[in-house]
Structures are given as structure tokens and as C-alpha cells.
């Protein structure tokens, strides 16, 4: 907001704030009506901390494969019944 309010002034910070207000009103109510609204956001938090740590081990490199070494961590962690809950609490576990 500070940035649009440098660059243009006060009409495109309002124009920013009118088009975050519908984007999420629409959000809310036409993709996730039935109220599974926190399990999008819960998703977003995982995938943002598997991004940071995956950055911190690998370096840059992390930053492209933190996705496909998270998904194959969560499903070899699945394979085992000693590991399950460790799968279930890093992701949704497959089905």
C-alpha cells in the first residue's frame, strides 16, 4: 500500500483495498461456500514453512524442488505405519 500511495497516490491504495475486498468476498463465498475456508489457508502455511525449510537445507535448488521433495516425503512417510503420523501431520495424507 505504502509503494501504490508513493507511486500514485491515495486513488489506486483505494482501488487496491475495493479489489482485495471483492476478490475475497468471492472467494469466500462462491469457492468455498461450505465454510472449508481455514483448509486452504492450513494448506498455504505448510506449503510456505516446506518452502523455507527446503531453501534453508538446499540452498536456491531447494526453491524449485521444495514441492516434489515434500509431496515424496509425506508419501514415503505414508508407506510406513510408524511414520503415519508424522505424514498426517506434515500433509493431507493420500488416500
Known amino acids: 500500500m505504502l509503494l501504490a500511495y508513493a507511486q500514485d497516490g491515495p486513488l489506486l491504495v483505494l482501488t487496491i483495498i475495493v479489489l482485495a475486498v471483492i476478490s475475497n468476498s468471492l472467494s469466500e463465498n462462491i469457492v468455498a461456500p461450505n465454510g472449508d475456508a481455514e483448509r486452504p489457508v492450513d494448506l498455504a502455511h505448510d506449503r510456505f514453512l ?3 525449510f527446503w531453501i534453508f537445507i538446499l540452498g536456491a535448488a531447494g526453491a524449485f524442488l521444495a514441492m516434489p521433495l515434500t509431496v515424496a516425503l509425506i508419501l514415503f512417510m505414508n508407506s510406513f505405519e510408524e511414520t503415519r503420523g ?3 501431520i506434515m500433509g ?3 488416500t
Request: hydrophobic share 55%; no cysteine.
Open 50 to 52: 516446506s518452502f523455507i
Open 86 to 88: 508424522l505424514a498426517a
Open 92 to 94: 493431507t495424507t493420500p
